[in-house]
């Protein structure tokens, strides 16, 4: 089966750090999402692209959050300065429609400390 | 804003058990209606959807129907098995696929044999 491949697993860094993430989206799909997953919020939406044009980042925080997809097989979301209440994990989705149904990723797991 | 709401847990249910996940939604207009479901340690995967009123969506032994009079989508199974262990995301989209999902914050569900 065809996957969203999201690097790194896992992150540990220090608050004021620089971190960024990268997703592989399934190829051919032409639409990509970045999700935040917290115990308190559960999943929210962060940002998203439709054939590599970003559609809506409404739910970033813009002075610290960036996503942005260099082409077609890459989507990154960075964060600098990283903060402890940053720590979360971050999932990305790519898929062709609403109803097809997106794929999600593993993950990435962020802690910073 | 729309917005989900769906019962915590976590659910434990011995093996062979009926299951019932109840979801209720906010929405401005007619939403279409999802079910994910997340295994431990992967990514959100769709299980089931419905895009208009008494709908029914079905898969894996698992269904909802949506109830436009209560605003709901319960998540229902005959006979849950151990590995239906996982947690359940309900979830919604209000503009055709132009924006991205509204999730519940899931039910941890727990199958026990």
């Known amino acids: 089966d065809a996957r969203v491949t999201q690097t790194p697993r896992h992150k540990v860094t220090e608050m004021g750090q620089e971190v960024t993430m990268r997703c592989q989206p399934i190829?051919?799909?032409?639409?990509v999402f970045w999700y935040r997953q917290t115990m308190m919020q559960g999943l929210e939406l962060l940002a998203y692209f439709r054939n590599r044009a970003p559609l809506d980042d409404s739910g970033m925080p813009k002075d610290r959050f960036s996503a942005e997809m260099p082409d077609a097989t890459l989507a990154t979301l960075k964060i600098q300065p990283s903060e402890p209440r940053d720590s979360a994990v971050y999932f990305c989705a790519s898929g062709l429609s609403l109803l097809s149904g997106y794929t999600f990723g593993s993950g990435t797991r962020l802690t910073v400390v | 804003g729309d917005s989900v709401t769906q019962m915590e847990g976590p659910v434990t249910l011995s093996e062979e058990a009926f299951l019932t996940i109840n979801c209720t939604y906010t929405a401005t207009g007619y939403p279409s209606l999802f079910w994910y479901v997340q295994y431990p340690g992967e990514g959100l995967q769709l299980l089931l959807k419905?895009?208009?009123?008494?709908d029914k969506g079905s898969n894996k032994g698992f269904e909802a129907t949506y109830r436009k009079e209560t605003t709901s989508f319960h998540l229902e199974k005959g006979s849950v098995q151990v590995s239906d262990s996982a947690v359940y995301f309900c979830a919604l989209s209000d503009k055709g696929g132009a924006d991205g999902l509204t999730f519940g914050k899931g039910t941890h569900l727990i199958i026990q044999p």
């Open positions: 190829l051919g799909h032409n639409t």
């Open positions: 419905a895009t208009k009123a008494d």
